[in-house]
């Protein structure tokens, strides 16, 4: 039985990216890969997380409460790339390594637990389709400008680029589904007393 289509896995995606200068597809992500396959492997991880640090419906956690561990600090995941503080916290923080940063008091101790709204970077399996492929056609345009630097030679041009970064917001809209009338800050203002 057919499954039909898969989302891209890294391996695809790595694959894709050493596809546009015309190198050997590679079997498997290993340390034992070709130096071309290295740094097509890492130009997709960086791309990853900048494209991710933008957040997106799939790797927003709003309101996530931190709660401080015996030493009064806050011991942040690895995968945040970005936070803010949010709900009844009062104070401004900000994350230093892998623990928050109290700014307002000038101190890595909690003496309660903070609510962040924060974006967390994903594997790239974790992802959706459209994440995926916009990911993999910004690496790819990525590895050509190191290998070429010559738009007119790229097998992936900026309109590629730009539909699959349209995909991928309208997807993020469609989950979001903003109304207007009540996400805008203006008309909110407008209706307060």
Partial sequence: MALGLAPLTELDAVNEILGTIAE????????????DASLAM?????????????GWWFNRLEGY??????RKEIQLPPNV???????????????????LYDLTNKT?????????DLIQGLDF??????????????????????????DSTHSYTKQ???EALASLKNE???????????????VTGLRKP
Avoid: C, H, W
């Fill in 108 to 116: 890595y101790e909690f003496e309660t637990s903070v609510t962040v």
């Fill in 81 to 99: 790339l970005k936070l803010k503080a949010s709900g009844e916290t009062t104070s401004k923080v900000a994350q230093r390594g892998l623990r």
């Fill in 172 to 186: 993020d809209l469609e989950f979001d589904d903003p109304n207007m009338l009540e996400d805008s800050q203006f």
């Fill in 160 to 162: 590629d680029e730009l």
């Fill in 42 to 54: 890492q130009i997709l991880k960086t791309t990853s997380a900048e494209v991710q640090t933008s």
């Fill in 125 to 150: 399996e974790e992802m959706p389709s459209s994440a995926r492929v916009y990911i993999t056609i910004r690496a790819a345009r990525k590895y050509q400008d190191r290998y070429f630097g010559d």
């Fill in 65 to 70: 409460e931190l709660v401080p561990d015996v």
């Fill in 24 to 35: 050997s597809p590679i079997n498997s992500l290993d340390a034992e890969v070709v130096i």
